[in-house]
């Protein structure tokens, strides 16, 4: 299937395909959000970040958070991970490194970690730097391990679940 970029003139909300991603339990989308047919592959559009499909996102969603932007995790570990994508301190720290190194004006923050939007745009950000080519197996261990992640034997499970979840939104 070849996706086709669109272009839409800055839309602040997120196109989502599942109405899952929008927090509700019915298929109605929020007052803020857009959401298209379950099957339809789509390209999403913010202000800040365009992706061409979003299965894989949706999987890391499933697996991290099974949407929940509140949610907090790794709370062993200090700081804790939080929201939809399980984001940590530091990532917020390398997205803002790459907008800087990029010339955008862009900076998240801290508490950004809680929107749902805002965790995908920096997921889309740091993809998009680091694994310009790479297989959704390769991001994934990555998102979950780290740089060597694809190396760490932990994150073959992680990965897992993740196919799994890919199986089930990709039929």
């Known amino acids: 299937m ?5 272009s839409v003139p800055r839309i602040s909300a997120l196109l989502v395909p599942f ?3 929008a927090g509700s339990t019915t298929n109605e989308p929020k007052e803020e959000e857009f959401c298209l047919e379950e099957n339809e592959k789509i390209i999403q559009i913010t202000d800040t970040v365009e992706v061409a ?3 894989l996102i949706h999987a890391l969603i499933n697996v991290e958070s099974r949407g929940k932007s509140n949610l907090l ?3 062993h570990l200090g700081e804790p991970s ?3 994508l399980q984001i940590r301190p530091i990532m917020v720290r390398e997205v803002n490194r790459i907008l800087k190194i990029q010339g955008s ?3 998240y923050k801290r508490k950004d970690r809680f929107s749902r939007q805002k965790s995908i745009e920096m997921f889309v950000i740091w993809r998009d730097f680091h694994h310009i080519g790479d297989s959704d197996e390769v991001i994934a261990k990555c998102w979950n391990g780290g ?3 694809p190396k760490k034997i932990k994150t073959q499970h992680y990965w897992n679940k993740v196919q799994k979840e890919l199986k089930e939104i990709r039929g």
Request: hydrophobic fraction near 40%; charge should be neutral.
């Open 147 to 149: 740089p060597k992640g």
């Open 82 to 84: 939080v929201g939809v």
């Open 53 to 55: 499909d979003s299965s």
């Open 105 to 107: 004006e862009i900076r």
């Open 19 to 21: 109405a899952f991603w």
């Open 73 to 75: 995790g790794d709370r």
């Open 2 to 6: 070849i996706l086709q970029s669109i």
